[in-house]
């Protein structure tokens, strides 16, 4: 009966040795099989932001892109707001610009200047603004310098910006306004914000009056530069003086002590001679 008793706990014994081992095999594939996901989804992670990487540097170049191109295709366009909206055909539109500029600026204009006319939006009750694209960009300028002379007409030119730009520009406004009000002057140019330089606190003695040229400022003028004179020249003693009192009294420079010794060597020398050929 122990006899049995033994080989059954020694069979217990190798059952339970069997599960640790098996338990403990069973931990390891799992982990391996952890490690080996793990990095599987970190190399797919990997591509995966690298692909996102260089879509979004595509994106940004591509609406860099389309950012030039737009600026470049809207560099001679300008918009005209309060225009009657009464023509039926593209060349009424056209007319009615030309027209609208020969009459208003002190420059004429044809039909060669415009490249193309255009009314903004959907039609409605009130006059829709008309972009107008010029065939130089000097005339566009030529009417923006000159824009002063609808000031006190119900008509006013803008540049055409896109609405990405408006929307920034009406961002920008707030700041300009509060530069203003801190005494700088700034502007928005395109779609950044330029703040000056303030000029006012040198420009107060920059912009002052000078002095016409009368006997007295001119006698003035003139005791001013022999005061500054004097001065300069009192700096130069002083500075001239400080140098050449910078060895004791009695004491002769190594410069002219050498002079002198040479001077003697030479006279007794020829004095040697004299008494030699005697």
Sequence with gaps: MEEVMETLRSIKNELDEQKKLINRKGEEMTEKITMNINTILEEKFKNLELKHENLKLRVENQEQRIYYLEKQARQRNLVFFGLQEEEKFYSNLEKLIVDFINKHFSFKIDYRDIEAVRRLGKKNDKPRPVVVTFTTLGRKIDILRNKGTLKDTPYYVKEDYPQSVLQIRKELQEQVNAEWE?????????????????????????????????????????????????????????????????????????????????????????????????
């Design 182 to 278: 801190k005494g700088n002057k700034a502007i928005i140019k395109y779609d950044k914000l330029v703040i000056l330089k303030n000029t006012s606190a040198n420009g107060g003695n920059a912009k002052k009056r000078n002095l016409p040229n009368s006997p007295e400022n001119a006698a003035n003028s003139n005791d001013e530069q022999r005061s500054n004179a004097n001065k300069k020249n009192k700096t130069l003693t002083t500075y001239t003086k400080q140098r050449t009192s910078s060895l004791p009294e009695n004491v002769i420079k190594p410069g002219l002590l050498n002079f002198l010794i040479s001077k003697n060597d030479n006279n007794n020398t020829s004095k040697q001679d004299n008494s030699i050929s005697t």
